[in-house]
């Protein structure tokens, strides 16, 4: 099973990405998936999860840490194995690597929660 975040890129303030996460070897059906993302010389941290079904959104979510609540939007498509964080009103506080985390447990907060990681993308925002 393997994750493959992309879309990352230098952003200036203000812009927007879009970021992918494709899963291989696995479908996103009843899973939690969620982002993180970790800045250098800090921990990694929550932005957004939601939880799907096998006949599409469960109810469950999704949730966004405080930061990226009006800001960013998580959405997938378990047809397509892919998800996707949607990422506007980029500020240069937002710069990080962000990791897609998938998990057939409960939609959570806590990254050591998840069993399947992605490789990460690079966000750099300029001011």
């Known amino acids: 099973v393997q994750l493959q975040a992309s879309g990352g890129g230098l952003v200036q303030a203000g812009g927007s990405l879009r970021l992918s996460c494709t899963a291989s070897g696995r479908t996103f059906s009843n899973d939690a998936l969620a982002w993180f993302r970790q800045a250098p010389g800090k921990e990694r941290e929550f932005v957004a999860g939601i939880r799907w079904s096998n006949t599409g959104w469960s109810g469950i979510g999704p949730y966004y840490a405080d930061f990226a609540k009006g800001r960013f939007t998580i959405s997938l498509d378990n047809t397509k194995n892919t998800a996707w964080l949607q990422m506007n009103s980029l500020k240069p506080e937002d710069t990080a690597v962000y990791y897609c985390?998938?998990?057939?447990?409960?939609?959570?907060?806590?990254?050591?929660?998840?069993?399947?990681w992605g490789l990460g993308t690079q966000v750099t925002v300029s001011s």
């Open positions: 985390a998938d998990t057939v447990g409960v939609l959570t907060f806590v990254a050591m929660e998840y069993d399947y």
